[in-house]
Nanobody
Framework: QVQLVESGGGLVQPGESLRVSCAAS????????MGWFRQAPGKQREFVAA????????KYADLVTGRFTISRDSAKNMLFLHMNSLKPEDTAVYFC???????????????????WGQGTQVTVSS
């Protein structure tokens, strides 16, 4: 059974940094693309970032480019999202996602996701 388990969310002040993590299990993700989506209250889920677990190629949403960095530890099936210069509008539930085997970051960006985590809350507030 595939599981994506997020951790590391919390409450931070504007301008601060936070890292959320995702532990993936249940199958090999070596050839998959993985990523992060988020959903703010009253809004639709939106793409944040994606990475190829094999090549390390990345893709970001315009709203987070330059502030967020996605990374992975392929050997441990771990995914990370480093968030800097956080803003109140970054407040959302952040979801770890995984694509099919041999998927691409473009597929993740357009929502062609096979597995979702349960989400972790990130709140940016003073």
């Amino acid at each position: 059974q595939v599981q994506l388990v997020e951790s590391g969310g919390g409450l931070v002040q504007p301008g601060e940094s936070l890292r959320v993590s995702c532990a993936a299990s249940g199958r090999s993700f070596r050839t998959s693309a993985m990523g992060w989506f988020r959903q703010a209250p009253g809004k639709q889920r939106e793409f944040v970032a994606a990475i190829s677990m094999e090549s390390g190629r990345t893709k970001y949403a315009d709203l987070v480019t330059g502030r967020f960095t996605i990374s992975r530890d392929s050997a441990k099936n771990m995914l990370f999202l480093h968030m800097n210069s956080l803003k109140p509008e970054d407040t959302a539930v952040y979801f770890c996602v995984a694509g099919r085997e041999y998927s691409s970051v473009i597929e993740i960006k357009v929502g062609a996701v096979v597995h979702w985590g349960q989400g972790t809350q990130v709140t940016v507030s003073s």
